[in-house]
């Protein structure tokens, strides 16, 4: 069979301990037998961001900007322990964190539903996708505890010096205060990520705040929201057949846990941070998610939601049989090929995105998996295999569909 031909490069980003060697492992199985990849290719494992005094992290985030779509593996945040590990000239950044605010982004969180995992919520049927904004409210808030009685005001000093205050509170004894505070340019951004996103999947988007207790703070938000909905995204809803819905948060929630799914919603950065722990645990696992960072100009960077795994790597080391999940993984890169395929206009590329998710989920319902799934699973004859034996099975699979 013919490889499929790409046109356009995928920016390849490399990662870090037991994910690293799964990589290596899709790319072989998976992948090179099939499609004649294109990657402009970095190394954003810990040894050569360390080499490179983590440049290679910026230039991988520019390289996104200049091709459109990146697919990057979990990567380490360095912390003492691992700055006396490696050895390293500085405890550097979470790459992440620098993708992100080079390409300014939200990221999308969606857990991948198979037959035999079933979600908690019985009802839901279809993924419930997080878009969590990244930005600012209690994540940069600065806080004092209030020694006794006293006065608290709001105070802000304009450019031109002249000042406007509120009261927080007369402080009768001791106390807590906390100012926190957003950026409208920011909350843009969140919104026409999650409007392009939703047009880009063709899903109803939720947004829901406390704008009835928070008149001003939340109500920005939602008024943000609305306002850009209205002069740039209406008719584009209208006629992909879908939905922009905004509600109260405590009504969203009621409302989430009565759905079926099949939406995206998109929350505030403390809601999105609470939530996304609710949805991934009670859909299964976080070996069972996909993550992708959408850029208000449309780049896209799909991962893993997951760590390294780093336990799994030292028992790697030692010689050890693992039973590494790799489906987020393998995720990372359909979603990445197919959204290269849609941009370049390669049907094939796209079919073969397809087949392999469908070729993943078919050798899990046949009951072949790794042993995270198999502790959860709800199926009774149940195969587990180890990390490459996982991956064997699914090119077994797909060659078979095809
Ligand atoms: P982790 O890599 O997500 O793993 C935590 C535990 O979850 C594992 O020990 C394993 O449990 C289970 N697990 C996670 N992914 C799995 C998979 N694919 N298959 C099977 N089991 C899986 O989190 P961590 O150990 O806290 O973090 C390790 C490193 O990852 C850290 O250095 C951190 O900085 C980095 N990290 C990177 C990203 C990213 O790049 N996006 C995100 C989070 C963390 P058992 O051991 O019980 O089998
Ligand atoms: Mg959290």
């Known amino acids: 069979m013919e490889k499929i031909k790409m046109t356009t490069p995928l920016v390849e980003m490399d990662g870090d301990e037991m994910t690293r060697i799964l990589w290596k492992y899709i790319k072989d199985e998976l992948l090179l037998p099939y499609i004649d990849l294109k990657t402009d290719y970095y190394d954003l494992g810990l040894e050569h961001r360390n080499e490179t005094d983590d440049q290679v992290t910026v230039d991988s985030a520019l390289a996104t900007k200049k091709y459109g779509v990146a697919v990057k593996c979990a990567t380490i945040t360095p912390n003492a322990a691992r700055v006396e590990e490696y050895n390293l000239k500085e405890m550097w950044k979470s790459p992440n964190g620098t993708i992100r605010a080079i390409l300014d982004g939200t990221v999308f969180r969606a857990p991948i539903v198979v037959k035999g995992i079933e979600p908690c919520v019985k009802n839901w049927k279809k993924p419930i996708t997080i878009a969590r904004h990244a930005y600012g409210d209690v994540y940069k808030g600065v806080e004092m505890k209030i020694p006794g ?63 009835t207790i928070s008149k001003k703070y939340d109500h920005t938000f939602k008024d943000i929201f609305r306002e850009i909905y209205d002069a740039e995204y209406a008719q584009r809803f209208e006629e992909a057949g879908i939905e922009y819905f905004y509600t109260l948060i405590d009504d969203a929630v009621a409302r989430v846990m009565k759905s079926e799914g099949g939406y995206i919603w998109a929350c505030k950065n403390y809601d999105g941070d609470v939530m ?17 960072l959408v850029s208000p100009e449309g780049y896209f960077e799909y991962e893993a939601a997951h ?59 046949d009951g072949k998996m790794t042993k995270d799934l198999a502790l959860i699973t709800s199926l009774e004859h149940v195969t587990v295999l180890n990390s490459l034996d996982f991956i064997k099975a699914i090119r077994e699979t797909m060659d078979a569909m095809a």
């Open 307 to 365: 760590g390294t795994v780093q336990r799994h790597y030292y028992k790697y080391l030692n010689g050890e049989e693992t039973s590494t999940n790799s489906v987020a993984t393998i995720f990372a890169w359909t979603g990445a090929l197919r959204k290269r395929g849609e941009l370049d206009q390669i049907p094939e590329l796209m079919a073969f995105a397809d087949r392999l998710e469908a070729a993943t989920l078919k050798t899990i319902e």
């Open 276 to 292: 996304s722990d609710m949805i991934s645990s009670a859909f299964g696992s976080l070996a069972m998610m996909t993550s992708v």
């Open 149 to 211: 009685a006293g006065k608290v005001e709001l105070v802000y000093t304009a450019e031109d010096g002249s000042v406007e205050k509120e009261l927080v509170h007369e402080f009768r004894g001791a106390g807590i205060v906390q100012g926190t505070h957003n950026i409208n340019a920011s909350i843009e951004s969140f919104a026409r990520s999650c409007f392009n996103y939703a047009l880009d999947t063709k899903q109803d988007l939720w947004f829901a705040t406390k704008d």
